[in-house]
């Protein structure tokens, strides 16, 4: 069943506590939390992220899409934002059922 | 010596090559080197001196616990001495994380052009970059420097190397017909290049286009109007050319700029691409006989195919040597 917005949220938020356990962040994480400049992600931090998400979703959707805005990289996005890509291209999967190798 | 190798593969082969380059001038000199690549990698020819340990196609975001363990198991297996990084410091998608942190060896790492990024605040991603001691720029001071905009994120030994690049196989100028090599590095986006090509040139001259292997022009193929080779390194693709049109990877743009034809570069600007190919072409553009286009410009190509005369190179292009001495 697909899960809804606030939920997806909450999945995003449980990943990024566990990822970020021991970086010594100053501020709780929250919807609002950007991850460059609040978190301080890489970009193999990010692929991490959104590898977990995929195995928490059981699917593996085209990130690429909310990753390049108008033909360039976004500088930054937030929890929030993340979480609405997802809930609004749940269906759009790539592969339906991704698999740890 | 025991050297280890490490270029990660996007569209093409342009890292690997470079590092290829750099062991093989290290393996004259004595060193026992090894590339730890993946991809079509068994494609690079020759490999004399070098031995190549290929890993498993490039695998999706779901599996990248397991490639950094492949990853170090290759380098542990491998036992270097020291290990050369191409390009980024982590790899691709992290996968040397685990090497770095874990693997044997000094960790040098190589920078063909500039690769940005934030302070990590990642322990493990600080800790995996504190294992890099050196950086060599394969470039000169003044010349598309990456240091100047890395400064923060650099470790303390630095060097410059100078250009990484083969020369062009020699060959003969047809002036009548003239001809006019087309060039997309490893293919994408090269429909639209030649595409213009082959209207602007119809009738004024023959086209000889390289369609690379993520070619997006297939139906290239059979137009008998042009010759197209399927896949070719620069270097060997410019027999009795008169004139040149490329992308501005850094291996192509470098090789073209140490031919004596006249070159005209139309670097790939996408998002994923970054600036490094535009930044290369404007610089390479105050050259003599080389000049940088964002679009079709027919105007450019009639003056480009007119032009004769030297280039005197700013730049050494002794790198791959230069790096292998280093090294050692």
């Known amino acids: 069943m697909k899960p809804d917005?606030?939920?997806i949220q909450k999945s995003i938020l449980e990943i990024l506590t566990e990822m970020t356990s021991d970086w010594d962040l100053e501020e709780a994480l929250t919807p609002a939390s950007t991850l460059s400049a609040d978190l301080g992600f890489s970009s193999v931090d990010l692929l991490e992220l959104l590898a977990a998400l995929d195995m928490r979703l059981?699917?593996?959707?085209?990130?690429?899409?909310?990753l390049?805005?108008?033909?360039?990289?976004?500088?930054?996005?937030c929890v929030a934002d993340l979480a609405r890509f997802v809930n609004e291209h749940y269906e759009d999967v790539i592969s339906p059922s991704p698999v740890a190798m | 010596?025991?050297?280890?190798?490490?270029?990660?593969?996007?569209?093409?082969?342009?890292?690997?090559?470079?590092?290829?380059?750099?062991?093989?001038?290290?393996?004259?000199?004595?060193?026992?080197?090894a590339l730890l690549a993946s991809g079509t990698v068994e494609r690079l020819q020759p490999r004399e001196g070098v031995e190549l340990l290929k890993l498993p196609s490039r695998v999706d975001r779901q599996n990248l616990a397991?490639?950094?363990?492949?990853?170090r198991a290759a380098v542990e297996d491998w036992n270097p001495d020291k290990v050369l990084v191409d390009h980024l410091a982590l790899g691709l998608e992290g996968e040397l994380l685990e090497a770095l942190l874990e693997g044997p060896g000094e960790f040098l790492w190589g920078l063909p052009y500039a690769a940005p990024a934030g302070p990590a605040r990642n322990p493990r991603i600080r800790a995996a970059l504190a294992r890099y001691r050196t950086v060599l720029a394969y470039t000169d001071p003044g010349w598309c420097d990456p240091f100047p905009c890395?400064?923060?994120?650099?470790?303390?030994?630095?060097?410059?190397?100078?250009?990484?690049?083969r020369a062009p196989e020699p060959g003969g100028r047809a002036d009548s017909p003239p001809l006019v090599v087309a060039l997309a590095g490893a293919g994408?986006?090269?429909?639209?290049?030649?595409?213009?090509?082959?209207?602007?040139?119809?009738?004024?001259?023959?086209?000889?286009?390289?369609?690379?292997?993520?070619?997006?022009?297939?139906?290239?193929?059979?137009?008998?109007?042009?010759?197209?080779l399927r896949e070719g390194a620069a270097e060997a693709s410019l027999q009795g050319a008169s004139l040149v049109v490329a992308r501005a990877g850094y291996n192509t743009a470098y090789t073209l700029a140490?031919?004596?034809?006249?070159?005209?570069?139309?670097?790939?600007?996408?998002?994923?691409?970054?600036?490094?190919?535009?930044?290369?072409?404007?610089?390479?553009?105050?050259?003599?006989?080389?000049?940088?286009?964002?679009?079709?410009?027919?105007?450019?190509?009639d003056q480009a195919l007119g032009w004769s005369g030297e280039r005197v190179l700013p730049f050494r292009v002794d790198g791959a040597e230069r790096a292998a001495r280093y090294l050692l």
């Open chain 2, 1 to 33: 010596m025991r050297l280890l190798f490490y270029a990660h593969v996007l569209l093409g082969l342009g890292h690997v090559s470079r590092a290829l380059a750099i062991a093989q001038a290290a393996a004259r000199l004595g060193a026992r080197c």
């Open chain 1, 58 to 66: 059981g699917r593996k959707l085209r990130y690429e899409l909310l």
């Open chain 1, 68 to 77: 390049v805005h108008e033909g360039q990289f976004r500088s930054d996005l």
């Open chain 2, 150 to 165: 890395m400064e923060a994120q650099l470790p303390p030994e630095r060097y410059h190397a100078g250009i990484i690049c």
């Open chain 1, 5 to 7: 917005q606030t939920q």
């Open chain 2, 66 to 71: 397991a490639r950094r363990a492949q990853v």
């Open chain 2, 258 to 301: 140490r031919s004596s034809l006249p070159v005209v570069l139309m670097p790939l600007d996408t998002p994923q691409s970054g600036v490094e190919q535009l930044e290369r072409a404007r610089a390479l553009a105050t050259l003599p006989g080389i000049w940088c286009l964002r679009g079709p410009d027919d105007a450019v190509l």
């Open chain 2, 188 to 228: 994408a986006g090269g429909a639209e290049l030649f595409g213009w090509l082959r209207s602007s040139l119809r009738g004024k001259a023959r086209l000889r286009v390289v369609l690379g292997p993520l070619s997006d022009a297939p139906e290239l193929a059979s137009d008998e109007q042009i010759e197209v």
